[in-house]
């Protein structure tokens, strides 16, 4: 039955079930439906190549951003060790492609598991670790991950990294960027609808119990070191699949990209979004990628203009400065990030001329 | 055996040197529970004012000396100010987060103005300090680093044993509001721990870059490089920070001259994770005192 | 004004977080030299009144938000507790609060922070003076010390500053009956000694009318009785509320002490 009412003025929910709903009425569900059938349908015959590979950026960064949301923003873990992590995805895949000759449907999922693997491997500190020690261990995770994918010659092929075969989805090449959106799309749409609904469930409640007091989660009898490692697992799990896509995207991955600076820019991407909101990390994915974008075409808009060629060689460490920046700035301006200003912004709307 | 025994000085000295970069970030852990992400950024700006004073700007050696350990605590007091008193009494995830932007701005702000090349300071140490044993040579920058080092644990030790301002600093460590219900000034005790952790940053990269020459990511890599320096010596312990620094340091430096020198690199990091597993405050750490 | 009064707390509303108001014009006088002591049952607003003194309110996010609140003839309403402990006004917390990795010395010291820089080992020879047991343990971590040795060391520490008004929050609380009286023992002393004024907040009305010149009784978030504590002690309703004794002297059964809803016509 549908509820196509518009929203009561008011909070009017009676039972428990009610507050854990995701739409409140039918019409976010229609408009959900609305989005992902133009998203699929009209964006790839519209958009341009470049315009693509940009919202294929987006996509994966969003992935790889909700799973590292759902350590750090609901079970409260910090990480930095998430770039590394999606090294590690996309390093899998590239050698399950090309080594064990495994098609993509199956080398994605299956270096996601893997990822989650290695990702509970460091997770085991985290029930000994509190807070601080095990942030540390995280860091510790990230060196000792780049320092394997640059060293652990015969298996990651060293700085010269690995080349990727093409894609195909059961027969369907995937080729161009319009086919990969596609793919891409779907995939992160699972994805989110698979950790929204896991918040929801006892498994969500007991990570944001961790998160609120660990000793008093134990206490209710949630068994701390099984949940903090699936929390790791789950969100490796993020990790390795945004890596392996990231991998047959670009088809040739080397160890280059998956710094310590690449899990930086994660945790800028949740915290600009919104700690502990599944939305807020793709809003933050969304910001990041186009920041990155737009900093990058203003270098190369630059060295492009014979006469500023040699200022724009100068201003790419600006690039490490503005992320920075936007990272201190949403910390102390807008602590609960893109997410709350968008509810603040739905708000005003919906209430719009009463001010509540 | 001359191979080891210089394998072990050149340890020594550069254990010494991560000590003291993590003396700076024990006090700032110490008074107020932050770990500072933006510690290694933190010493290269004090060695690149030194730079900039000594080379660029051609003032006399210890004046410039004077002019950075100012020109550090000035700054040490403005970040506080500027960008962690906002967040007294936040969750401790934003402001860890803080400082890892914080290290991000810094580092593109300092890559931007000095570029990622290496820099050397002019040769001013006596050759006095050259030691001899034998076959063995210290040079005389490592001597005075160690002189350095022991000088500060010296002063940090006694400061925050015996001085009252020390033990205020641990009381705010401790119990905040505690503190402030005796009268402490909190907020001046976060002032002037990142203050004196500013001064002691730059005090360690100058060291550095005698030794070294100094440059940006190698800087900001050593910033890193405190985190096992701490977790070996436990978080909070000052004399911890030494020993733990002379450990790693040694590691690194026997690592890279009988096992693989890029191995080196890493092998703190490896260390690190072992040491958690076994023992998780690290070998000289407070044990949490909890009661209910 | 009567010069003879030290604190004048004149009508004062405390309201945390903007929204819940937990006093509600309370005014209450203290006088110099004296103990006054402020009774109430869980909630009652107690501790509120000693934070709204203190300048504690801040860090829980509470304000003054009427009233004056006069020391000396200041005012001292909103200040930051760091003006406030200055002008001789220490606060001890409830709960003791030790610096649990500060040795029971380095406790002490903290207590000189009002005063930074001037000599303090005749104030450490002063608390040993009045609190014995602190110097066996005076180079224990304080994390390690019994829930008594703690009490004393929170008030020493306090002592330490030497302060012209102390602010006992529940001395008492999880401490065993003799233990109890031998530190309201000790806090008559320094009143009587030291000349310090004593505001003490109990739940243990019985003791606290003993030691106290004065008293409050405050129900939620408002003064409903006061008087000297010679008064206090023997009002019946006090009596039968806070000491738990019938007028025949006897201890009450619940099924009468159940009547008090119709009694207790302050509320």
Known sequence: MLRLHFRPCGNYRERYEQEMTIFETDFGRLWMGVGIVIALGVVPFLASPYMLYILNNMAIAAIAAVGLNLLIGFTGQISLGHGAFVGVGAYAAAVLATRVGLPFVVAVPLAGLVTALVGMVFGIPSVRLKHLYLTIATLAGQFIIEYLLVHWESLTGGAEGIILPEADLLGLRLVSDRSFFCVLFLIFVFLTWVAVNLVRTRYGRAFVAIRDNDRAAEGMGIPLFRYKLLAFGISSFYAGIAGALLAFYTVSITPEPFTLFLSIEYIAMIIIGGLGSISGSVFGAVFITLLNESLSWTAEFLMNTEALSRVALTIAPLREFVFGLIIVLFIIFEPRGLAELWRILRASFRLWPFAY | ?292 | MDDDILLLINNISVVYSDVIQILKGVSLSVRRHQIVSLLGSNGAGKTTTLRAVSGLLKPENGKVTEGTIEFDGRPIQNAPPEAITRMGIIQVLEGRAPFKYLTVEENLRAGTATRWGQPFKKDLELVYHYFPPLKARKDRQAGYCSGGELQMLAIGRALMARPKMLLLDEPSLGLAPLLVKEIFEIVRRINEEQGTTIVLVEQNANMALQLAHYGYVMENGKIVMEGPAVDLRENPDIKEFYLGVAASGALKSYKEVKAYKRRKRWL
């Open chain 2, 1 to 292: 055996m001359e191979f080891f025994l210089q394998l072990l000085i050149n340890g020594m000295a550069l254990g010494f040197l991560y000590g003291l970069a993590a003396l700076g970030f024990v006090m700032i852990y110490k008074s107020s529970s932050v770990l500072n992400f933006a510690h290694g950024e933190l010493m290269a700006l004090g060695a690149f004012l030194f730079l900039t004073l000594s080379v660029w700007a051609g003032l006399p050696i210890p004046l410039v000396f004077l002019l950075t350990l100012a020109g550090s605590f000035a700054l040490g007091f403005l970040v506080e100010r500027l960008f962690l008193r906002p967040l007294i009494g936040e969750s401790l995830i934003r402001v860890i987060m803080l400082t890892v932007g914080l290290s991000a701005m810094f580092k593109g702000l300092m890559l931007f103005i000095f570029g990622g090349n290496l820099h050397n300071y002019p040769d001013f140490l006596p050759e006095g300090l050259n030691l001899r044993f034998g076959a063995i040579q210290i040079p005389s920058v490592y001597v005075a680093a160690f002189l350095m080092g022991m000088l500060f644990l010296g002063v940090f030790g006694y400061f925050f044993k015996y001085s009252s301002q020390g033990i205020y600093m641990r009381a705010v460590a401790d119990d905040q509001t505690a503190a402030l219900s005796l009268g402490v000034h909190v907020r001046r005790v976060f002032a002037l721990s990142w203050a004196i952790a500013a001064l002691v940053a730059a005090m360690s990269g100058i060291i550095l870059g005698i030794i070294n020459g100094i440059n940006v990511h190698e800087l900001s890599a050593i910033g890193l490089k405190v985190f096992p320096v701490v977790i070996l010596g436990g978080l909070d312990s000052i004399g911890g920070a030494i020993v733990g620094g002379v450990i790693i340091g040694l590691l690194e430096s026997f690592t890279g001259g009988y096992v693989s020198p890029s191995l080196r690199e890493v092998v703190p990091y490896i260390a690190l994770v072992f040491i958690l597993m076994v023992k998780p405050y690290g070998l000289f750490g407070l044990v949490e005192i909890e009661r209910v």
